[in-house]
């Protein structure tokens, strides 16, 4: 299987890192526990609550190996290095709806960073895939849930 490289921001890369720390540190010692104190019980043949510890343990190390091979691939993006001539990750996109004249700011970002909230749109979402690539004055038309919608970029930004 191909590794796929993630790009982040310096805090983002930060939060998985600590994100795997505690997994690491807390939640492995957590897991342990609990099959030590399911073993305790008597027969493993027939103790559920063993199997249920044992197979949460599992999950847990899958996640582990997952985030760690995120991490691994992960390359940091330098914020001026951007091309800001057209849409990119971590640049910020002003677009206006031209059916409603409505106008939004995101952030592109990768999908581990979106936060709608807080104006971060992943690359994978819809909108953020029409814009990728895209220059100020260009038009993109994106199906979201409520249909087809066309945008155009106002302004591109770090």
Known sequence: MAQQIGYYTEEGLQRLKDELYQ????E???A???????????????NAE????????????????KLEEVIANARIVDNSKLDLSKASI?????????????????????????DLKSGKISVDSPIGKALL???????????VPAGNVT????????
């Open 23 to 26: 997994l690491r540190t807390v």
């Open 32 to 46: 342990t526990q609990a099959i030590a104190e399911a073993r305790d019980k008597g027969d493993l043949s027939e």
């Open 90 to 114: 971590l640049t910020t996109v002003s677009i206006k709806n031209l059916s409603n004249g409505a106008s939004m700011k995101y952030t592109l970002v990768a999908q581990n960073e979106a």
């Open 151 to 158: 945008f155009e970029i106002t302004s591109i930004s770090i």
């Open 133 to 143: 690539g895209k220059k100020v004055g260009d038009k993109v038309d994106v199906q």
């Open 50 to 65: 063993y199997d249920a510890a044992r197979e949460a343990q599992g999950l847990l190390e899958m996640k582990i190996a």
């Open 28 to 30: 492995r010692k957590a």
